[in-house]
């Protein structure tokens, strides 16, 4: 099956430092979407991106569907970003809408 | 926010009884999923559903089964938990024709 490989693992910031998370694949994919996991265990949609640039806020996402990684971008880090970041995608052949996902960042951002 | 609910949030439950935990959408939407989340490791799918009595595997589906009856109730059976069951579900709807999977707030099991 696809593989889906975020790095790095783990992530320690202090308060206003920026950051790049990388999310690479091993197939082509219909749909790639980046989550934030808060510490209360809600899965929070960030971003919808098979491929190009979206920002959000302090927030954005590069996906290159031909190199097959994507980039999620946070920007003067608050510690209300801490949490994990998962990225997850759905192969495009498949039957049905299933998301493999990454093994996450666990990111800890400090006051 | 998605319209999904899940009940109940927590569980505890002995090895050998069965479970059930229910899904509910207000989205009407088709497609709707369970994925289950351990330690250490993203979601993993286990059973999803493509309409009313329509459903399919996911690749950690050994040992549950599910059931669509009605387009906004998805539920997750355990036939018989053990504590390999042990684990935070989450049901999910959404996706396919480029459309994104939002996440319900998860219900935590301990099977003893």
């Known amino acids: 099956g696809i593989q889906v490989e975020q790095s790095p693992p783990d992530l320690i910031l202090q308060e206003g430092a920026n950051s790049t998370l990388r999310c690479n694949f091993s197939d082509s994919v219909n749909n790639l979407q980046w989550f934030h996991q808060n510490p209360w265990g809600q899965l929070i949609n960030l971003f919808y991106?098979?491929?190009g640039t979206k920002q959000n806020g302090r927030l954005s996402a590069t996906t290159v569907a031909t190199e097959r990684y994507s980039l999620l971008y946070i920007s003067s880090s608050q510690t209300t970003d801490s949490g994990v970041y998962f990225c997850a995608v759905e192969l495009k052949e498949t039957s049905g809408s299933r998301l493999t996902f990454g093994e996450g960042t666990q990111l800890t951002v400090n006051p | 926010d998605a319209g999904i609910t899940q009940s109940p949030r927590h569980k505890v439950t002995e090895t050998g009884t069965p479970v059930t935990l229910r899904c509910h959408q207000t989205e009407n939407h088709r497609y709707m999923y369970w994925y289950r989340q351990d330690p250490g490791h993203g979601l993993r799918l286990i059973h999803y559903s493509y309409g009313v009595k329509d459903t399919d595997k996911g690749e950690v589906s050994d040992g549950y089964s599910v059931s669509r009856s009605k387009t906004e109730d998805f539920l997750l059976t355990l036939e018989s938990a053990t504590s390999s069951q042990t684990s935070v579900y989450f049901c999910a709807i959404g996706g396919r024709g480029g459309n994104e999977q939002f996440f319900g707030p998860g219900t935590r099991l301990t099977v003893l």
């Open positions: 991106i098979p491929s």
